[in-house]
């Protein structure tokens, strides 16, 4: 069974960085697409970041150029760097795995139990 654990969050003021990390186990995690979405209160829960097994990423809009996504296959771990955090990059971001579909739009299967990240003065 796979297991996704998730951590590295906590309080950070504007402008500021947290990297998440998130650990597998239970599976061959080189062969699966890895994300991290997040949800918001009040708000739908939505993709951040993905990364293939080939290591092709792609990012929300709202994070390009601030959040970086990537993987250590070695230590069956993804990490997701971000910076210059924003107030609106408040929510509890999960960590997931999965495939992609023949359109190749993430799929994501499992999920982390998530982890609280806050950004505020």
């Known amino acids: 069974q796979v297991q996704l654990v998730e951590s590295g969050g906590g309080l950070v003021q504007p402008g500021g960085s947290l990297r998440l990390s998130c650990a597998a186990s239970?599976?061959?995690?080189?062969?699966?697409?890895m994300g991290w979405h997040r949800q918001a209160p009040g708000k739908q829960r939505e993709l951040v970041a993905a990364?293939?097994?080939?290591?092709?990423?792609n990012y929300a809009d709202s994070v390009k150029g601030r959040f970086t996504i990537s993987r250590d296959n070695a230590k069956d771990t993804v990490y997701l760097q971000m910076n210059s955090l924003k107030p609106e990059d408040t929510a509890v971001y999960y960590c997931?795995?999965?495939?992609?579909?023949?359109?190749?739009?993430?799929?994501?299967?499992?999920w982390g139990q998530g982890t609280q990240v806050t950004v505020s003065s």
């Open positions: 997931n795995a999965g495939g992609t579909d023949s359109s190749r739009k993430y799929r994501p299967t499992v």
């Open positions: 239970g599976t061959i995690f080189s062969i699966y697409t």
């Open positions: 990364i293939t097994s080939g290591g092709s990423t």
